[in-house]
């Protein structure tokens, strides 16, 4: 049976790769430079399009090649990417509030009619967005959805009834969050469950994640139950209802 796929690119995915790409990015400026604040000159929906400064203040050095910036550049998400040793008008603290809220909102924007389909179909879907913007909408299979591991920034799939990850989508959250990515969802009819890092993903938030997914494989729920209560995993990974 051939399976439903659709390229479903809009603003609201190119924001949500910008976003991914500006938090990496900066990430991995402070890392090269040390620097004690760095950010950027806007908000990624309102830098889409337009010259972004990045902002590393008491850094060591001259900044020289910015690589997740100058992808956006070649991406077209961006015109084109400056330096500055001024204080930002946006940091990297405040881009990292913002990733649970962008990644639940664009999750239940995009997937709640087909999270009613589900409901009556049994068949999940998931939805994609790349580091370039692009943003997929995949067809599963009956309460599965699965594809080839691609570099991306986000992802969201459908449940029919409720939004409790399984140890496969928890497993997926990890490998993404490893390659510098942003986060999960899941939607169904009844809720959206949010799973993003709202820091620098860490050794210790790697081994929680991995402990839950343990957990969840021996059918002990008490962990997952807790983790939605509390509305976190480790330090820096959120996962709560949206």
Known sequence: ME?????VTDSSSKALALLGLFVAGLEAVIAEYGCSLAGVSAYPR????????????????????????EEAVEAGLIEGVE???????????????????EVGR???FTLSSYAARTAFEGIEYMVIVLRNGRAALLEGEVERVRIPYVRHVADAHTHPRWCFPSAPDVESLMNL????????????????????RDGPFTEDDYLALAELRNSIRGRDYE???????????????????V
């Open 83 to 101: 330096a500055s040793t001024e204080p930002p008008p946006v940091s990297l603290q405040a881009l990292y509030s913002r990733v649970p809220r």
């Open 3 to 7: 399976r439903f796929g659709a390229e």
């Open 46 to 69: 309102d830098a889409l399009g337009a010259v972004v400064r990045v902002h590393c203040v008491g850094g060591e050095g001259t900044i020289g090649q910015l690589f997740d910036f």
């Open 223 to 241: 962990p997952l139950k807790e983790a939605v209560s509390v509305g976190r995993v480790g330090k820096n990974v959120v996962m709560r209802y």
């Open 106 to 108: 664009y999750a239940a």
């Open 177 to 196: 969050l490893l390659d510098s990515g942003l986060g999960s969802a899941i939607v169904s009819p009844e809720c959206t469950l949010v799973m993003a």
